[in-house]
């Protein structure tokens, strides 16, 4: 197991907070390590908002605190009462993100052994300065150390699911995999499409400073869009072979090798696509195998019709595979489309498209 980047920032993020508590002889100090491990978010542009948030949500927290205090008292129900009415403004607000540490905030202030009526508001202010510090150091680590690179981790995470989905894809129309395995692997491929979804939502938040790096990050962020809707499409296929695994083996054999045979280098292409993507394939190579897709594409359509003409087929049986043929003549063109895009995105604006590709040594968190 890998120890993730996220991880590391908000043992960072902490160590800073509570460093600088120390130093100004704030206390408690651990109310800015609570702020910072709260705070810790997984993109700077989340990171920012919940700055912003996270200082506004513990300002009204505290200020509610210490109205409660003044005028009705701290009695475990009154502290009950209050934290619902807290939770009641941040909801209102559409400051859901910062409920567990505004509620710390004015949990704090309200059952702590304050001193004095006069020094309570310049206490209650401490601890919101301490939550504040938190917040920030937080923010500065995510800005400053381990800024989180998406687009390597989106590549890299959509290069290993793609590579498992070829393998399934394979062993499924091989009639050899095990059933159970499958339906496991299915589930773990629905977790993996969401967290690269993630990885893509996050890499979009990214800010751009420039109107050129902008449409730089335009013209990635529609590359990788198209990268995740070729692999949800091969996801489609693996799917549909899993649903239709009895008429799918009571097909011909001849077609059955056929559909194989033409589906193979159709993943044998989306892969060449993939890897040219990060500079791996010589241009002139994969050219000649852009001539193939298309005979792969119209070999399993032109297959598909001749074998359901003939009076011998099961034609009930031969038209519950219609929706997986479409899915693979569909997949075949999300590669071409893809391709093109790639293509294009490496011919112009060269300098302004270029982006480095690297595999992470942190895991994706």
Known sequence: MRLGARSLK??????????????????????????????????????????????????LGAIIAVLFVY???????????????????????????????????????MVSDTPSNQHFILYSLDRVILVIIGVLSATMVNLIFLPPKYENRFYYNILNQTTE?????????????????????????????????????????ERAYTRKQRFAKYRTSVVF???????????????????????????????KITLRKQLDGLMSYHERVLLKFNGKIRRQHHREQMKENFRHKTKIAESFISYYGKDEVNKEEWLNLFPLISLIVDYSQNIEHLDLLI?????????????????DDFDSL
């Open 165 to 205: 989905l070829f393998k399934w894809v394979r062993l499924l129309s091989q009639h050899a995999s095990e059933n159970t395995k499958i339906k496991s692997e299915l589930n773990q491929f629905d977790d993996t499409k969401a967290k690269i979804f993630n990885f893509f939502q996050w890499y979009k938040e």
């Open 225 to 255: 869009k198209h990268m995740m809707a070729t692999t949800n499409r091969l996801h489609d296929i693996l799917k549909s072979l899993d649903r239709n695994e009895n008429d799918y083996n009571q097909l011909p054999e001849d077609f």
């Open 343 to 359: 293509e294009s995105f490496q011919t112009y604006h060269k300098k302004d498209n270029k982006i480095k590709l690297k595999l």
């Open 10 to 59: 908000t043992g960072l993020a902490v160590t800073i907070a509570l460093l600088i508590a120390t130093t100004l002889h704030l206390t408690p100090p651990t109310m800015a390590g609570i702020g910072a491990a709260v705070a810790t978010q997984p993109s700077v542009q989340q990171s920012i908002r919940s700055m912003f948030d996270n200082i506004q949500g513990n300002l």
């Open 71 to 109: 005028f009705i008292g701290t009695s475990p129900i009154i502290i009950g009462l209050a934290v619902i009415i807290v939770i009641a403004i941040m909801l209102k607000l559409k400051l859901q993100t910062t409920i567990t540490l505004t509620m710390v905030t004015a949990i704090v202030i």
